[in-house]
Every structure is written in C-alpha cells, then in structure tokens.
C-alpha cells in the first residue's frame, strides 16, 4: 500500500502484503539413483521427475558409506569431497560438467566456515570426533565420543552421508524453482571419488602402508527434494512455450604436469566464455594411494587422547599440537587442524609472488606478495575484509602460515561484484580464446617439494529454456 504513505519514506513504513492465489501443495519426494550401491570411480545417475516444480534450495543427495581394507581410514572434511565429478543435462543437453568437483567444493567451502552445527545430519563439517550411543532401554543412555585419529578406532560401516549444498548449477541458479515440464527429463551424474583423495588414514601406526585395497564401498543413493504444484493455472500459464532463462555458474578446471617450487609455478590454460567472473591458482599434492590424514596425531601411536587432537582440543592450544605427533620428529612436517587428505590440500607454502595476466597483460601493478594475494582473494570472494560478522575461513586457519600451506590460492576478480543478484559482468571471450597465464614464485634454493598446478575459471552462464523444451547454454 503505497498511496496513503509518501515515497520519501523508508520502505519500513509500508503496509506490504503478497497473497498466492490459488492454493499451494509441497510435498517432499525422494529420488533413488539408478544404482543404489557405487563404489571409486563409478557413476550414479539420478533423474529428476517430469511435470513438477522442484525446489532447488531443498535438493539434497544421501548416501552410506562402508570403509573397506586392510587398514582404518576415515572420510575427509565434506560430504562433497565424496563427489570426483559432477554433470548435469536436461532434455539430453549437457549443461554443465564440474570435473574435481570435490578439490573445487574443498577450496569455496573453506572460505565460508558454515558452522559445523548444521552439519550434523550428514554434511561431515567435523571429522575429529566419531560420536556413540547405547542402545536405548528404561531409561536415557549416555552420548560418548572418541577422537577419530585413535588406534583404536575401527572401520566404520553404514556412515550417514548428505549433501545439501552444491556449487554449479544446482546451488547457484538464479530462479531456484525449476518447472521440469518446460525443461524435460533432469539427470544429475556423480562420479564417486578415488579412495585417496576421501580416505585418510587413522594414528595405527606411523609405518603403516596404505594401498589401492584401503577403499570404501556407497549404498542407499537417493536424491530428497521439495516438488510444488499450484491449484491455480496463472503461473502454468506465465511461463508455457516462453523463452525462460536461468543464470548460471560453472567452473573450469585445469591440471598441469608437477613442478618443483625452486623452480616456480608459471602455466597458461586458454578459456572462450561470455563471463569469466574469477580465476583461481593454487597446487596440490601428488598422490596414488591414501596416506595419513592431515591432522595432529595421525602420525603418532594413536593409543590414547593424550597421542591425537581433534577439532576442539587443537583450537584449544595450536602451539601444543602444531604438526603432528610421531615419535620420529623429522615425520612431523605435516597435521595441525587441516583434517582432511593430503589430495584436499591446497600447498602453496613459502608462497613470495603470485601474478595473473591475460593475453600477455598483468593484471596488477606488479606480483603480489603473500600478504597482498590474501587480501585480492578477500577483495574477490565479495570484499570480505569489510565484514565484521563471525563468518570467516575453516578454523585450521589459526595464521597467514596456516592458510598457504593448507588452504592456499590466489584468486583474480574480474567481474563487477554483487552479492543480492545473478549479474553477469566478466572479462567476455566469447569467439576467440583468451590465454590465462599464472606465476607463483617460492623461497628457498633448496625448495624441491613437487606440486601439482591449479587454475580455475569461474564463469556465468545462461541456460535457454525454449519452446518445445528446446535446451541452449549461452
């Protein structure tokens, strides 16, 4: 109600009201994969039904997960990190393929630091602690934990799973209620990650040898969304045979041949795109087979608390379980409070410089140093340094140090950045190719640890919902 109220007023004095018209049903459905039982590197097919409105917001995947081999493992950090690749088409079009989905999943979800309370159902935000309770009786039981790492800790079997935030498409569309009927049949795939970028492996002992056989097994895949339906016919009637159009991100990755740091990072990967939003350097490990998980005391006796650390107890004193905890003090190199695989982890310790230029243009004044890199990647994920509020990176990040030997990129913004809406406004290459270059430059002569180079492109894309269910990506 706007006429009795001046519009000079702030929007608080209005007397606004939105009624639906018609009646709404919402009901949630699930979705079983066309394999319930998956194992590393196999695909899951989920396809979403035709003729409803689903909910993108509500989209969550679940599944088990049995730890198999010879040694104990535990998951890493992040439901997601389960996910090697993820594809989506609609109508037999391919709208978008994420390959390391999960490396990808790792390095956003790290900046955000979602609190671990709301992923208690399944989300894996905390891998520390495996939590137990009796059998229930005449009265209540008790609620025991145990740090993870332990020797003691046993191959676990049936472990909830659920993902329930997603990169790509399915979290970052901008009209978030798909009508399946204009778009036709939805498949989502998922490639089920190598067992060494999932599995790490407990404090058994600092010799143990992990192998191909160390692995894990996945049932009971089923998709849980919200599918809407209105009594009313005016939103059917909106929308049939109208060039619908949906916003988009999608990533691409590049992997580059391993370089020693002496020798510094400088790899160019080539993108034609109508939006590139952002770019993103970092380097990862080399890896074949699980190793120990990242964390304080994997690599000690693991026979009590006193040997491991988890979440809490290694926030509680970082400069007590710095590292690790072997008995061979030369081991100790590697843990703190990172809890995940050394796949997931993002090396770019001993960082000096880092540069982006495109097309043989630099795109900064001059290299970066490290502290300067830290803020650009503030700057890009939104001007976060402005932000006062709590949220802020995983909580391993206790310093800068902490940040570029786990969790280290350097990310490039190129886009005009707005966080109410889906704006596109990216570096265009549409037509031609634009060559993406990257130089990272590390101390130390002697500095021969082999890494795995990293370039990301963020991008926006448009997907065309047409007559006829005609698909297009723009």
Partial sequence: MYNEIASSYPATFFYNLAKLQGSLSKNLIKITSDNVNASPSTISNIRLPIGALINMDATALYFKVDILGTNVTIPARYASTFIKRMSLSINNTSVAIINDYNLLYNIYADCTNKDYTKGVGGEFLDNSIIWTEAVGASDQTAITGASALLASTTKQTSMQFCINNWIGVLGSASTRIWN?????????????????????????????????????????????????????????????????????????????????????????TYISAGSIDHVLGTAVLPQSVPKPMVAYGSLGTGAGEANVANRFKYLSDPVTYDSNASSTSSENIYGDGFYSTLAMQRCLQHLETSQFSINNKALNYSPLNKYEVFQNNLNALGYEGVDASANGMHSGVVSLLHFYKYYGFCMQSLELIDKDQFYISGLSSAGSSCAINWVATFSGASNTLAVVPVIVAKLSKVLHVGKGREISIE
């Fill in 180 to 268: 399946t009927a204009s778009m036709g049949e939805i498949v989502l795939s998922v490639e089920w990650a190598p067992n060494f970028e999932v599995l790490g492996g407990t404090a058994e002992s600092s010799s143990t040898t992990y192998t191909a056989a160390d692995t894990y097994s996945v049932s009971d895949i089923y998709l849980q969304t919200e599918a809407l339906s209105f009594s009313d016919d005016m939103y059917y009637n909106s929308v049939m045979d109208k060039d619908l159009k949906i916003g988009f991100n999608d990533y691409v990755v590049t992997r580059f041949a391993q370089v020693q740091k002496k020798n510094s990072i400088n790899v160019s």
